[in-house]
């Protein structure tokens, strides 16, 4: 383990570094490219709710607020009120215990709380059939209308939503040996699948069948005692965590498997997609279980009943197709026949569905859109049964396509379209990805810094647009701008009423004509922007609207663009980075961000639960995003800052060393050693070592880093007041000493003899030394000890003093001058955090030496600096 900004992370975990030379990049960034899943979320899915022949399921409350529902009630500015729903949420389990048990014995079902993130009794009555007569009666989720053959019989369609959640996946299954040991069913990957909910019952209290009313209706405190039991109990798995870590065994002699101790016989999933794996896991403890797979076959164990299915083909998932199909042959005790499974993205599906299903479509259309403003990201599910004439005519269509040599998958998804058609809508399912810890923080920062962060997103714009209020990407302050739409007139309205409100209209006709830099028309308001892929599609294809693109994005800032494939996101990235020439950085976490990562400046990967694509790919690699707050505002900021003033002093040091020699060539001709043997070292351990102000003040003030995205440390400017001021030096001292010896003769050394050329060129180089490394001393910010010792042998003649003392006062005036008037009357973020800084330490210290007494504690007297954030400025009134 190791302390990174005082958090202890496991070696594993650590910052990897696969590029040296970008460092100084870090301090720079001025635009964050990210995307979502796994990046800003926790890539962990749970399965909250589903609809399923219009009605609701799920929604009660089980799983608590998703981070989107809050991100809404920050929008509404609705303050949460704190209810008593611990009895609540005990009835709703206990409910659902004997229902489940009533519909069939759980043999690979989970009955512990901690292990469900989704639990509705009302499921387990559809299931058995009563409520298939009448849909209004089916509870308070029961929708009116709908395609009245769906609503039929609510049973059948339920165990062919849960069938095909079973069946239509790539998954692969491992068996967990029943000889665990104790320690292994208390493992530690059990902390990750369990809620953290403080709401949830406990599953002492709530497995046992034979509780009574007086046992089931406890005091709230008493309840309160049994949830504390719990979380104690669940710490526990942290410890061991740290003990695997720490252990001296070899890796792999520890097992961390998530054992749940209510189910008789335990399954796990390996998946390539979390997704998958979470809705194969909800089947499973719905009683809809999948067992194992054949190249063939594939056995699910439906109710307590084992069935095996024949696999005839796999329609694969791919960015493009945006959906996956299983066709196979039911078993003949569940009705034989051909069946195609097919399960995407909601607006791939819906225009695949047979007619007649109009009502059912918008009833279920209503929902998704429910669930994705909820944050929850949405599948939608369907069928088609087949004769055996359909799928034999595709099937050899199939087959040819398959074999052939040239644009095979273009011939395959061109099939695959001929079989995909006429579906009958299922439902859909709503999986929450939680957000990281620290990462409404870390963007909050981020923002407060100077840095535009824009989120790449393949969730719907509902979702990503709630996702961003919680994550602090959004704020109720920011003015939002939305496009969308897949006709591109209507996407270049909508996207000229934003230009020419922000800009203007004259303004954008200008900056399309000349390409000028314009400023926007309503300066002081914060904006943000969302569009979707249809439309940003539109948008990328048009060279005009680049332009303007290019443009806008110094007015919005924060952007989320939803909806977007691997390709989109890297264009978008090329055009920021190539059209604003500004630093730029991408993080992601999949093999589907590589292409975004590579396009920017600086490209940072994120080893997570879709494996190390990403990562491998990057300069950067770590293990939370919260971690790049960090690494921009104190190692970025330090590595721009030493780097900078490095350069700069190099260039100074070399040209007030020159331009002595160039002076004095008009009189004689000499060679020293001064540039390697007395410069180098002080410029070196400054762009090695030096640091502004330490790690908290860059934390606790992000708005310094605003430093390199202003290049205000380094730049032309700077490079020619260095280059000028060096020149000042040199003629300073040079004709300083040649007017001291040129005026008297009679100059002469400890031991009598004149003075001559070689002692004038020995005072010049000795008063350049001492004013190069001076100067070194003005740039520098970070002292680590005081300088002592002094030399041997003095020089002794008082002319050398004079003339060195003279020289030092004229070549440093007009600097001292410079730096005084700036950081007294002008002084920039920086200048005062050091003040901060260096107030705080004297009044430590000063409190450090009173004795302390109990009514006498030290406090912090902070009179003479007064500061306050305006605009992401420090500005200070002196008392």
Request: with cysteine.
């Amino acid at each position: 383990m190791t302390s990174i900004c005082g958090m202890m992370i496991p070696r594993p975990l650590l910052f990897q570094n696969r590029q040296w030379n970008l460092s100084d990049d870090l301090g720079q960034i001025e635009y964050i490219f990210s995307d979502k899943t796994g990046t800003l979320t926790r890539n962990i899915m749970e399965f909250r709710q589903c609809t399923i022949a219009d009605k609701v399921y799920g929604r009660n409350g089980w799983g608590g607020k998703t981070d989107a529902e809050k991100g809404k009630e920050l929008i509404q500015g609705v303050q949460e009120v704190v209810e008593k729903r611990d009895l609540d949420q005990k009835e709703i389990f206990n409910q659902y215990l004997s229902e489940l048990k009533k519909t069939f014995e759980p043999k690979y079902s989970s009955t512990d709380p901690y292990f469900l993130t989704f639990v509705d009794p009302e499921i387990f009555r559809d299931l058995r059939g009563e409520n298939d007569e009448t849909g209004d009666d089916a509870g308070e989720e029961s929708n009116a209308g709908g395609n009245l053959e769906c609503r039929r019989n609510r049973s059948n369609l339920l165990r062919e939503f849960f069938t095909l959640l079973a069946v239509c996946h790539t998954v692969v299954v491992d068996e967990i040996p029943s000889e665990v040991s104790e320690a292994e069913s208390q493992g530690t990957g059990s902390s990750n699948k369990r809620k953290t909910s403080n709401n949830e019952p406990t599953s002492e209290d709530t497995s046992d069948s034979n509780l009574n009313v007086e046992e089931k209706n406890n005091s709230s405190l008493d309840f309160t005692k049994e949830k504390l039991k719990n979380s104690l109990r669940q710490v526990l798995p942290s410890f061991k965590k740290l003990e695997t870590v720490l252990s001296p065994l070899p890796a792999g002699t520890i097992k961390s498997i998530p054992i749940d101790s209510t189910v008789v016989k335990n399954i796990i999933y390996k998946a390539e997609s979390p997704d998958e794996a979470a809705l194969v896991a909800a089947a499973k403890n719905v009683g809809f279980a999948f067992l194992s797979r054949t190249t063939n076959t594939l056995t699910i164990d439906i109710l307590g009943k084992e069935h095996t299915f024949e696999i005839l083909n796999i329609l694969e998932f791919n960015s493009t197709r945006k959906r996956m199909s299983v066709i196979v042959r039911r078993p003949d005790e569940l009705g034989g026949g051909i069946v195609l499974f097919c399960k995407g993205a909601d607006n791939v599906i819906m225009e695949r569905l047979a007619k007649g299903q109009e009502e059912f479509v918008e009833v279920t259309n209503q929902d998704i859109e429910d669930f994705s403003n909820d944050g929850l990201r949405t599948l939608t599910l369907s069928y088609r049964d087949l004769n055996e004439a359909q799928y034999n005519s595709w099937s050899r269509k199939y087959n040819e396509a398959s074999s052939s040599l040239t644009d095979r998958s273009e011939k395959i998804d061109a099939v695959s379209e001929l079989i995909e058609k006429e579906l009958i809508l299922l439902g859909a399912t709503a999986i929450e990805d939680k957000l990281q810890e620290g990462v409404p923080d870390c963007i909050a920062s981020l923002r407060e810094a100077g840095i535009k962060v824009w989120v790449l997103t393949g969730d719907k714009l509902e979702t990503a647009i709630n996702i961003g209020f919680a994550a602090q990407l959004l704020t109720k302050e920011m003015r939002l701008w939305i496009v969308r739409g897949s006709k591109k007139e209507s996407v270049m309205k909508q996207f000229n009423d934003v230009a020419g409100s922000l800009i203007g209209d004259q303004n954008v006709k200008r900056f399309t004509e000349d390409r000028e830099e314009i400023q926007p028309v309503s300066e002081g308001e914060v904006h943000a922007f969302v569009v979707d892929g249809a439309a940003l599609a539109h948008l990328l294809d048009d060279d005009t609207v680049r332009q303007q693109l290019i443009q806008l994005s110094n007015v919005f800032h924060s952007v989320i663009c939803c909806r977007v494939s691997p390709l989109q996101k890297a264009m978008v990235v090329e055009l920021i980075r190539r059209g604003k020439k500004s630093t730029t950085l991408a993080i992601g976490d999949g093999a589907n961000d590589v292409s975004m990562i590579q396009a920017a400046n600086v490209g940072i990967g994120i080893s997570g639960q879709e494996g190390v694509q990403a990562a491998m790919a990057a300069d950067y690699s770590i293990a939370q995003f919260r971690f790049l707050k960090a690494l921009l505002l104190v190692h970025g900021h330090w590595d721009y800052l030493r780097i900078s003033e490095m350069i700069l002093n190099f260039f100074y040091k070399n040209v007030i060393w020159v331009f002595p020699v160039l002076w004095f060539q008009i009189y004689c001709f000499f060679v020293q050693l001064y540039n390697m043997m007395f410069t180098v070292a002080p410029v070196i351990i400054l762009g090695a070592t030096d640091q502004s102000v330490g790690q908290r003040y860059c934390l606790q003030y992000p708005c310094i880093y605003s430093l390199g995205i202003k290049q205000a440390r380094y730049s032309k400017v700077l490079f020619g007041l260095y280059f000028l001021d060096g020149i000042w030096q040199s003629l300073v001292v040079y004709f300083t000493f040649n007017y001291i010896y040129s005026l008297s003769t009679n100059i002469t050394s400890i031991d009598g003899t004149s003075a001559g050329t070689i002692e004038f060129s020995t005072a010049v180089a000795v008063t350049v030394v001492i004013i190069a490394n001076l100067f070194v001393g003005f740039n520098t910010y970070y002292w680590t000890c005081p300088i002592f010792g002094i030399g041997q042998q003095l020089f002794s003649g008082s002319v050398f003093w004079f003339g060195m003392t003279l020289a030092i006062f004229m070549a440093g005036l007009p600097r001292y001058l410079v730096l005084f008037t700036k950081q007294w009357w002008y002084p920039d973020d920086l200048d005062i955090v050091r003040q901060i800084r260096k107030k705080e330490k004297l009044e430590n210290e000063k409190n450090e030496k009173r004795p302390e007494s109990n009514d006498d504690k030290p406090a912090i007297n902070v009179e003479l600096i007064n500061s306050s954030v305006d605009n992401n400025n420090l500005n200070v009134n002196k008392v």
